[in-house]
């Protein structure tokens, strides 16, 4: 549970550090994002799946990465910015509204998540596959999964 607690602690401070560089790489900026919450979402999972404790406080601040990051994230994909070593689907680009609407859609679902994760692991259970449906579904449209 420590070593669980302290990796996605220092993941979380990577992002921090890495989003306050005013000229970062896009590309740089949102694949630590993606790491914070992936971070975050495995944390959510393992103690949804009984793999780890239920922590309420590391619950609620994984939610929390999973609530503020989309927002910062659909910045992060100015015209240029796609590479061949990057996971991000053209359809970005060419959707930009929907992309937007799905990241909207994420932190709308961990909103409202975020008094559960800290409530109970009932409580956590029960809000966690919306959060998790709206992760699958960027994924499924704006990502391309490399080898």
Aim: charged share 20%; hydrophobic share 45%.
């Amino acid at each position: 549970m420590l070593k669980s607690c302290l990796r996605t602690a220092a993941v979380l401070a990577a992002f921090a550090a890495t989003t306050s560089l005013a000229h970062a790489d896009p590309i740089e900026v949102r694949q630590n994002m993606m790491k914070a919450v992936g971070a975050a979402t495995g944390t959510l999972g393992k103690m949804v799946k009984g793999e780890i404790p239920y922590d309420p406080q590391l619950a609620g601040m994984a939610m929390r990465v999973l609530f503020t990051t989309p927002s910062g994230f659909v910045t992060q994909f100015p015209d240029g910015a796609d590479s061949p070593t990057s996971e991000a689907g053209p359809k970005i680009w060419e959707d930009r509204a929907g992309f937007e609407k799905v990241a909207l859609d994420m932190q709308t679902a961990a909103m409202a998540a975020i008094p559960a994760a800290g409530e109970s692991l009932d409580a956590l259970k029960a809000s966690f596959g919306s959060v998790a449906q709206n992760c699958r579904a960027c994924h499924e449209t704006y990502r391309v999964k490399k080898n």
